[in-house]
């Protein structure tokens, strides 16, 4: 019997196996950052040990740090606690840190892959639940606890239950206006947030095989939201020539060994998935959230469901009357407040260009506050070099700098309470963006399109008007 790619990755990396069917799986890259690492590095420090692989560990800032003026001292106070904590730990334990001020700091799921530090084939791990989206590579990537975080500090390995397998295939071509987003929220939509849990998901199919490396990245972002452990994409040439090239990329006749390996990294024909579902691409329209859950959402033209057509009528409620929505209300033309564009699902240079690509030569609504972060330094810089900074300048956006921001509200980027936000960022729940905050998750020209009109609209209605195809 053949294997699946999650399969193949996985025994490759599996060190031992204990009683109880538990495995002991090494992990190749292991990304930390200032929220969820002082403990570890605490935990390190009272057995009297170093770290294992100091070599195999990342660091850098991004959850808590301001994304205006860096360059100064951060007037949060725990804020610039734990971005200094991070800042002690790695220098007292020799690990990389791209830290507030340099050129390659960012949001963690954003500089791996930009780096070439993910590669195919690889196991990833870090303390946030997000890792999934280094899987668009073909790698195992998971989030992990504060506990597991040192014990890959000390050992490099982890004791883990093997996942069960699922594929998710998106077959057909997607419409035009039509995103990776919206089809994460609409798989999403279909399984509920629990449709996943306890799988590891790929993603296939000839929609998923004609994205883009960062449009990958997106959907297997958000696989958390469904309760996968990660999700994954074979990789294939469009991988392979994201990866070439980049800082930490095989170079010359190393990169073509490594191309040789990682040609072999799909799911075999006769491969058993213990799930799979299919979905067509024609089906998806541009999406958006009503409630407080990535699986609370609806296609912009459709109707929010009613009580009576759900199988938990006051889980709908209780989110209705957090959003200030109604049963069966239609969302299209209601005025939103604020749109925020970012965050690792979608604060690639391709999500901005997508916007500016928009934006150009139209005005945001006056009663709207749009932000976009970058996703790194180095997306600002491209940003900036391409002139796109001037364009969302001239349109009323604001272009801040690097950080996780709005997405989780932990520093100052919030969304006062009951005001809505038009968000690309992965999670809608109660008080996420701030508390008391309403957040719609929706693509990155959806939300350009809603921050100029200044009301939730269908994107495809503006095809010609500057809507990328």
Not at 220 to 245: H, L, Q
Not at 307 to 324: A, F, T
Not at 334 to 360: L, M, P, Q, W
Not at 368 to 386: D, N
């Amino acid at each position: 019997m053949g294997k699946t790619l999650f399969e193949k990755v996985w025994d490759r990396h599996v060190v031992d196996t204990v009683q109880g069917g538990l495995e002991i799986l090494y992990i190749d890259r292991h990304f930390i950052h200032e929220v969820t690492s002082p403990q570890a590095f605490d935990g390190i420090r009272n057995r009297g040990i170093d770290i294992f692989r100091k070599e195999r560990i990342v660091a850098t800032a991004d959850h808590n740090v301001p994304t205006k003026d860096q360059h100064l001292p951060i007037k949060d106070v725990l804020s610039r606690f734990q971005v200094d904590t991070l800042t002690r730990n790695c220098k007292e334990f020799g690990i990389d840190l791209y830290g507030l001020g340099h050129k390659y700091q960012g949001i963690v799921h954003v500089i791996g892959p930009e780096l070439g530090i993910t590669k195919p084939g690889m196991t990833i791990v870090c303390g946030d639940s997000h890792t999934s989206t280094h899987g668009a590579f073909g790698t195992i990537a998971f989030g992990i606890g504060t506990s597991q975080v040192e014990q890959v500090m000390a050992t490099q390995c982890l004791l883990l239950q093997r996942p069960k397998t699922m594929r998710i295939n998106i077959e057909g071509e997607l419409g035009e206006g039509i995103y990776s987003k919206d089809i994460i929220l609409y798989i999403i939509s279909k399984l509920t947030t629990s449709g996943g849990t306890g799988h590891f998901v790929e993603y296939a199919g000839s929609a998923i095989r004609s994205l883009s490396m960062e449009a990958r990245m997106t959907i297997c972002n958000m696989s958390i939201e469904m309760g996968a452990r990660g999700g994954m994409i074979a990789p294939d040439e469009t991988t392979f020539e994201y990866v070439k090239g980049r800082k930490h990329a095989p170079k010359g006749e190393e990169f073509d060994k490594a191309v040789e390996f990682w040609s072999n990294l799909y799911s075999d024909e006769d491969a058993v998935f213990d799930s799979e579902y299919t979905f067509q691409a024609e089906d998806i329209e541009p999406m958006i959230t009503y409630g407080t859950n990535p699986g609370m959402g609806i296609g912009v033209t459709q109707n929010i469901p009613r009580i009576e057509e759900v199988k938990n009528p006051s889980g709908l409620q209780k989110s209705l009357d957090y959003m200030g929505l109604e049963p069966g209300e239609n969302l299209l033309g209601k005025k939103i407040d604020h749109v925020f564009i970012g965050s690792c699902t979608n604060s690639r240079i391709e999500d901005i260009r997508i916007v500016a690509e928009y934006v150009k030569g139209k005005k945001k609504a006056s009663h709207v506050q749009a932000m976009i972060v970058p996703g790194s330094k180095q997306v600002e810089a491209q940003a900036k070099e391409e002139g796109i900074h001037e364009i969302l300048a001239e349109a009323g956006f604001e272009l801040r700098e690097p950080g996780c921001s709005a997405c989780l509200g932990m520093n100052e980027d919030k969304i006062p309470k009951g005001e809505y936000c038009v968000s690309t960022s992965n999670r809608n729940f109660e008080g996420r963006q701030g508390p008391g905050a309403r957040t719609m998750l929706v693509s990155p020209l959806t939300a350009a399109v809603i921050a100029v009109e200044g009301r939730i609209v269908d994107a495809r209605e503006y095809i010609g008007e500057g809507v990328p195809a």
